[in-house]
């Protein structure tokens, strides 16, 4: 299913995502603080923390989006802005805009916008993966929530990267989709060697998943194995009135 495209011969320990010093201000108020954490290749990080940490703001300065304040962020030893230039980073934003859903693109054409070079077997690959070939020549607004998180998948994966960025990419989606999705990631993960870099609060499927959880509240709060990170004490310093941690470990 998947394409000998992503093999890479041999998984390395190189470093992969460096982020030195790194803080995000917008209108004066510092939004990320003194982030500093290097990433290897063939990574499955997960990275959790309360609704306003700062996860998404992460993912938009390692994508080159906007920029930091103080420090640094490397890829593969480039700039954000280099590495693109040379090779594609998957996303799956978190907020895709209305105007995206209101105009009149079909499934087919939102995945084909996701790779320069068009291939109609790529593009079927992609669609074909998240089983949505029947809606290849729907129109975005025509799909419901789950469906349009499906094709957004699929444009993400399209042109094979070897980064993926997915913000909250659970959300939405029903359990059958959410297990596809998880089978498709570790395979991606495992065979593959694609490094993958998910912001979830599905924490429990998570820490099952990933091989590193990042627990960030504007600072970094801890970093490391899921069995290491997801106990009381740093989940307390994540989330202070809720009771139920640690999930399943
Ligand atoms: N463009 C912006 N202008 C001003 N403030 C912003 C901007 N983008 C984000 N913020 C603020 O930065 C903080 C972090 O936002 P971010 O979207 O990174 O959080 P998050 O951890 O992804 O949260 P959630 O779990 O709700 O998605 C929030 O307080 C948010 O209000
Ligand atoms: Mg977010």
């Known amino acids: ?89 998957g996303y799956l934003p978190q907020r895709i805009s209305q105007t995206i859903y209101e105009m009149p693109i079909t499934v087919e054409e939102l995945v084909r916008s996701g790779i320069d070079k068009y291939s109609r077997d790529t593009v079927d690959w992609a669609i074909d993966l998240f089983k949505i070939s029947s809606l290849r020549k729907k129109s975005l607004k025509e799909l419901s929530g789950g469906e ?25 989606i029903d359990p059958n989709a959410r297990d596809d999705l998880l089978e498709i990631l570790e395979k991606l993960n495992k065979e593959f060697g694609v490094s993958i870099l998910v912001v979830t609060h599905d924490i429990a499927t998570f820490a099952h998943e990933s091989k590193c959880i990042l627990c960030l509240n504007k600072r970094m709060v801890c970093l490391g194995e899921p069995q290491r990170i997801l106990k009381e004490e740093y989940m307390k310093l994540l989330y202070p009135t809720h009771t139920v941690f640690p999930h399943r470990l």
Request: hydrophobic share 40%; with cysteine; aromatic share 6%.
């Open 148 to 172: 349009r998180q499906k094709a957004f998948l699929a444009r993400a994966l399209v042109a094979k990267p070897r980064i993926l960025l997915l913000d909250e990419p659970t959300t939405g």
């Open 1 to 89: 299913m998947l394409n000998e495209k992503f093999r890479i011969l041999e998984l390395t320990k190189k470093p992969l995502i460096t982020i030195s010093n790194v803080t995000y201000a917008t209108n004066g108020i510092k939004i990320l603080e003194d982030i500093n954490f290097e990433i290897n290749q063939g990574c499955y990080l997960g990275i959790i923390g309360p609704n306003g940490a700062g996860k998404t703001t992460l993912l938009r300065l390692i994508l080159g989006i906007i920029k930091p304040n103080l420090g640094e962020i490397r890829i593969q030893g480039l700039a954000p802005d280099e590495y693109l230039n040379r090779e594609p980073i």
